[in-house]
């Protein structure tokens, strides 16, 4: 089980965390939060993606991959499936309302062309 840890709807491991398929969880965190962000703490555009976000008044639930060492490299290569690719996968990864909507680019094409408000609205994030 990983449990939600400070403000930022940030998820760790706990210790008696057993998870055999990486993919079911990635559709359980999709599915359980309005908004989920795969990222790595080191990335840039990680942090951009999740700035963006927060300036928006969303509260993603972020999932750091290179904090879970027990889970992370998995979930990645779980991601990689997802997404279509074969070598690293473009992180952030975004979920909205249970569904994948990609990586940064996608996010904000989205946000530029003006459907990323109504997605978050229709997921819950958003109440404007």
């Not at 990335?43 to 927060?54: E, P, Q, S, T, V």
């Not at 979930?75 to 997404?83: G, Y």
Request: proline share 5%.
């Amino acid at each position: 089980m990983h449990y939600r840890t400070g403000s930022r709807n940030s998820y760790k491991p706990t210790s008696n965390c057993v998870v055999t398929d990486p993919l079911a969880h990635i559709e359980r965190l999709a599915s359980d939060n309005a908004v989920v962000i795969f990222s790595m703490s080191t990335c840039c555009m990680c942090h951009a993606i999740k700035r963006l976000f927060f300036g928006m008044g969303v509260n993603p639930t972020v999932y750091e991959l290179d904090q879970d060492l027990t889970l992370g490299k998995e979930i990645e290569k779980a991601l990689m499936l997802q997404m279509g690719v074969s070598s690293d996968v473009p992180l952030p990864v975004v979920f909205i309302g249970g569904k994948l909507v990609g990586a940064m680019d996608t996010v904000l094409a989205s946000h530029i062309n003006g459907t990323l408000v109504p997605l978050l609205k229709q997921a819950g994030a958003l109440w404007l």
